[in-house]
């Protein structure tokens, strides 16, 4: 089971650390990835990183803004979101899969978490 977390309500140009615990299975066998979905779109990728935390893979909208880690130890990812914008406001879900190639399609991930709110007003 996947959870995310850390979501709130900022201003733009602040800060918010999302963070995805997992139970069950250690996190170090699967990649994981970040999606969101804002009001009235489709769910869209954020950033992905592989099982050993090596590799990252970002959509340009959020490069140089975020960064996706994880601590396969505390079995739990995250991602640290700075400069946000209005246009960053979605539910972002946690997703993982077995696979050892990054992926940015929704249907690449088996597992979903439930998301958490991020609201960036302006």
């Known amino acids: 089971q996947l959870q995310a977390s850390g979501g709130g309500v900022v201003q733009a140009g602040a800060s918010l650390r999302l963070s995805c615990a997992a139970s069950?299975?250690?996190?170090?066998?699967?990649?994981l990835a970040w999606f969101r979905r804002a009001p009235g779109k489709e769910r869209e990728f954020v950033a992905a990183?592989?099982?050993?935390?090596?590799?990252?893979y970002y959509t340009d909208s959020v490069k140089g803004r975020f960064t996706i880690s994880r601590d396969n130890a505390r079995n739990t990812m995250y991602l640290q979101m700075n400069s946000l914008k209005p246009e960053d406001t979605a539910v972002y879900y946690c997703?993982?899969?077995?696979?050892?190639?990054?992926?940015?399609?929704?249907?690449?991930?088996?597992?979903w978490g439930r998301g958490t709110q991020v609201t960036v007003s302006s």
């Open positions: 997703a993982a899969d077995r696979a050892y190639t990054l992926a940015a399609a929704t249907h690449e991930y088996e597992y």
């Open positions: 069950g299975r250690p996190l170090g066998y699967y990649m």
């Open positions: 990183i592989s099982r050993n935390g090596v590799d990252t």
